[in-house]
């Protein structure tokens, strides 16, 4: 079937510009652009009504909780979450229940997302057996299943040595290595910021200075190994530095991080309230602020939404017990464009770092409005007003910060290799 969408705003974060035009999609790749909008015959017309078009998000960090916690999130709800919100390729992480640590479960979660997604799965396996640190997993055979890149998620590496291998043996594949920047034993236990804020309410709190040693350690790894690195989450000023170095003297480094540090603060925990408990914890504004500044420079290249999926009763606890996380699929998009109507960034910019850099930073085709690409869309209006309501939302588990706040951005219609997976009720 052939698409015709007139009337648009095309957003192109590889030109780095917004023009007024059309584009037709033939086959499920984009067959050309133009700056008119007469409808083709032989295609069906979308008209835009001069809202935004972009490439479809590609969110690096999903938590799909299969195998093992299916009742937290499963392929099904999280692929339904992401269309609703401009999310057409998920790189899906793997601390799961086990681990996805093996070609049989990562062929496993493969097959059931294949079969339950209405958007693109892309599997990330771990890099050390159950994640535990101890012995890398079979790299070259998890590549082979189709591993997109290897990372522990939250679990720091301790053993130096053991990381150094696993680097290494990456290295020579060409594979891509996910990290947390955190020093282990300064954030254990954590559950806020170190300052004034933690210490009136009493919460136990590492210091910024954790993430630069913990990025520290790691730039040091990839300068004696030669590794392909990414960093999960940059979330402080004191890391920046250390990473701007590193990518100056020429490592294969990215950096990203996630929309909540990106767009809260420390003070949003107010009184315990756990739905702003994240790992590492929300950071001062300084820090924020900082943050922004990096993405809008293209010092950090990547924005994701850290989709983390826990239930009620993980969540219903006092803060220092309650588990870590939000989700964030649906709400990335609203998120997002509260940098842009702050004027931190333009919509090319934020979406450079929403879909180009991550499908570059993996060598995915899309993340681009350009001939030949997929057909991976997302047409929204990017002025919507909304007061967000967390039983709407698509996700088994519920756990957003931002239930009851005042949000601009909606999601009009989500398209993957041409085929519409979300419209707008």
Same mark, same amino acid.
């Given at each position: 079937?052939?698409?015709?969408?007139?009337?648009?705003?095309?957003?192109?974060?590889?030109?780095?510009?917004?023009?007024?035009?059309?584009?037709?999609?033939?086959?499920?790749?984009?067959?050309?652009?133009? $700056?008119?909008?007469?409808?083709?015959?032989?295609?069906?017309?979308?008209?835009?009504?001069?809202?935004?078009?972009?490439?479809?998000?590609?969110?690096?960090?999903?938590?799909?909780?299969?195998?093992?916690?299916?009742?937290?999130?499963?392929?099904?709800?999280?692929?339904?979450?992401?269309?609703?919100?401009?999310?057409?390729?998920?790189?899906?992480?793997?601390?799961?229940?086990?681990?996805?640590?093996?070609?049989?479960?990562?062929?496993?979660?493969?097959?059931?997302?294949?079969?339950?997604?209405?958007?693109?799965?892309?599997?990330?396996?771990?890099?050390?057996?159950?994640?535990?640190?101890?012995?890398?997993?079979?790299?070259?055979?998890?590549?082979?299943?189709?591993?997109?890149?290897?990372?522990?998620?939250?679990?720091?590496?301790?053993?130096?040595?053991?990381?150094?291998?696993?680097?290494?043996?990456?290295?020579?594949?060409?594979?891509?290595?996910?990290?947390?920047?955190?020093?282990?034993?300064?954030?254990?236990?954590?559950?806020?910021?170190?300052?004034?804020?933690?210490?009136?309410?009493?919460?136990?709190?590492?210091?910024?200075?954790?993430?630069?040693?913990?990025?520290?350690?790691?730039?040091?790894?990839?300068?004696?190994?030669?590794?392909?690195?990414?960093?999960?989450?940059?979330?402080?000023?004191?890391?920046?530095?250390?990473?701007?170095?590193?990518?100056?003297?020429?490592?294969?480094?990215?950096?990203?991080?996630?929309?909540?540090?990106?767009?809260?603060?420390?003070?949003?925990?107010?009184?315990?309230?756990?739905?702003?408990?994240?790992?590492?914890?929300?950071?001062?504004?300084?820090?924020?602020?900082?943050?922004?500044?990096?993405?809008?420079?293209?010092?950090?290249?990547?924005?994701?939404?850290?989709?983390?999926?826990?239930?009620?009763?993980?969540?219903?606890?006092?803060?220092?017990?309650?588990?870590?996380? $939000?989700?964030?699929?649906?709400?990335?998009?609203?998120?997002?464009?509260?940098?842009?109507?702050?004027?931190?960034?333009?919509?090319?910019?934020?979406?450079?770092?929403?879909?180009?850099?991550?499908?570059?930073?993996?060598?995915?085709?899309?993340?681009?409005?350009?001939?030949?690409?997929?057909?991976?869309?997302?047409?929204?209006?990017?002025?919507?007003?909304?007061?967000?309501?967390?039983?709407?939302?698509?996700?088994?588990?519920?756990?957003?910060?931002?239930?009851?706040?005042?949000?601009?951005?909606?999601?009009?219609?989500?398209?993957?290799?041409?085929?519409?997976?979300?419209? $707008?009720?």
């Amino acid at each position: 079937m052939t698409l015709h969408f007139i009337n648009a705003q095309l957003v192109d974060p590889e030109a780095g510009k917004v023009t007024r035009g059309s584009l037709i999609v033939r086959n499920g790749v984009i067959d050309s652009l133009s $700056a008119d909008s007469i409808p083709a015959q032989d295609a069906r017309v979308v008209d835009c009504g001069g809202r935004f078009l972009a490439p479809g998000i590609v969110d690096l960090g999903v938590k799909v909780c299969e195998p093992g916690e299916r009742h937290k999130e499963s392929y099904r709800s999280a692929g339904l979450a992401a269309a609703a919100g401009g999310v057409t390729t998920m790189l899906t992480r793997p601390d799961t229940t086990p681990a996805i640590d093996s070609p049989e479960v990562l062929e496993f979660v493969t097959r059931r997302a294949n079969e339950a997604a209405p958007v693109n799965v892309i599997p990330m396996a771990a890099l050390t057996k159950g994640r535990a640190g101890q012995e890398m997993t079979e790299i070259g055979f998890l590549m082979d299943a189709g591993a997109a890149a290897f990372t522990d998620c939250d679990h720091v590496i301790t053993n130096t040595k053991v990381f150094s291998r696993a680097l290494s043996y990456a290295a020579s594949l060409g594979a891509l290595v996910i990290a947390h920047p955190q020093e282990p034993v300064l954030s254990a236990g954590a559950a806020a910021t170190s300052g004034k804020f933690a210490s009136l309410r009493g919460l136990p709190a590492v210091s910024p200075m954790a993430e630069r040693m913990g990025l520290d350690r790691d730039i040091a790894l990839i300068e004696m190994t030669g590794a392909r690195y990414h960093a999960d989450q940059i979330t402080t000023a004191r890391a920046l530095p250390a990473l701007e170095r590193a990518k100056r003297n020429g490592l294969d480094i990215t950096a990203g991080v996630g929309i909540h540090h990106l767009t809260l603060n420390a003070l949003d925990v107010a009184d315990y309230r756990t739905f702003f408990k994240l790992k590492p914890p929300l950071r001062d504004e300084d820090d924020r602020l900082a943050v922004a500044e990096a993405v809008a420079s293209g010092l950090i290249d990547i924005i994701c939404s850290m989709h983390t999926p826990q239930d009620e009763e993980s969540k219903r606890l006092p803060f220092e017990e309650a588990a870590s996380g $939000a989700v964030g699929l649906e709400t990335l998009l609203p998120a997002a464009l509260r940098l842009v109507h702050a004027g931190t960034m333009d919509l090319p910019t934020l979406w450079r770092a929403l879909s180009l850099n991550p499908a570059k930073r993996l060598n995915l085709p899309g993340g681009r409005l350009q001939a030949g690409a997929p057909a991976d869309l997302v047409l929204f209006d990017a002025d919507a007003p909304f007061v967000l309501d967390r039983a709407t939302l698509r996700s088994k588990s519920r756990n957003t910060p931002f239930d009851g706040a005042r949000m601009q951005g909606k999601v009009l219609q989500t398209y993957v290799a041409g085929n519409c997976v979300f419209e $707008a009720p």
